[in-house]
């Protein structure tokens, strides 16, 4: 599988945009940017993806390089609840994602 | 909106003692998956399963465990004996579809002690 590389933490303040970048310089034209967290006792939860173009949901906004070789996961008004472990990752397709160590995300009240 | 939901929340058993982790999937979903997480450590995939039918697995998902779709609405996690090192958080997880375009949605998972 293609590696993706985050910062292992960030923090940001209530209220506020926050820029959670993935680095992925070997991505296949196939692989597909999904981008998944994981708050504090909880399950993966599914926030994003996309291929080329950017991305808007009611969660979040993916902005993908015209390269593909990086992408950003956009949170526009970060609360606490957005406090968690964002994972970035590649999927070739098939069903098994494999999860890094993904980047903490703490919010300051 | 719909969830997945797992049972117990959490499992306490001894070494070399069989237990059933269960599943309810979300109900129109057609793929199913067991992950694990370790204390502190990455989520890691166990199996996925399609149509009655192991379609991938790594090679934590020996021959002690097994899985199951017993009906139309529950999926098991069996470990036939279990060991400590299986001490760990597992998650159920469900897709519509197989493939890029088609989330994983999580349970919040069965917190397994084994002593």
């Known amino acids: 599988d293609a590696k993706t590389t985050q910062p292992n933490s960030m923090e940001s303040n209530e209220e506020e945009p926050v820029h959670l970048p993935c680095n992925h310089s070997?991505?296949?034209?196939?692989?597909?940017i999904h981008w998944y967290r994981q708050l504090p006792s909880q399950g993966p939860e599914y926030v994003i993806h996309g291929l080329t173009s950017n991305v808007n949901n009611r969660m979040a906004s993916l902005a993908i390089a015209e390269d593909r070789k990086s992408s950003t996961l956009i949170l526009h008004r970060a609360t606490l609840r957005d406090a968690a472990v964002y994972y970035c990752i590649l999927s070739f397709g098939n069903e098994k994602l494999t999860f890094g160590t993904g980047t903490r995300l703490t919010i300051i009240p | 909106e719909p969830e997945v939901t797992q049972t117990p929340s959490h499992q306490v058993t001894q070494m070399g003692q069989e237990v059933i982790l269960r599943c309810v999937p979300i109900s129109n979903h057609l793929y199913f998956y067991w992950y694990r997480q370790i204390l502190g450590q990455k989520v890691e995939f166990l199996v996925s399963?399609?149509?009655?039918?192991?379609?991938?697995k790594s090679e934590i998902f020996d021959d002690q465990f097994s899985v199951e779709r017993p009906d139309g609405s529950n999926f098991t996690l069996k470990i036939r004996s279990t060991k400590l090192e299986d001490s760990a958080m597992y998650f159920c997880?469900?897709?519509?579809?197989?493939?890029?375009?088609?989330?994983?949605?999580f349970g919040n998972g069965t917190r397994l002690t084994v002593t």
């Open positions: 070997t991505i296949s034209g196939t692989d597909y």
């Open positions: 399963f399609y149509n009655n039918e192991i379609s991938e």
């Open positions: 997880a469900s897709s519509e579809d197989r493939g890029k375009n088609s989330p994983l949605h």
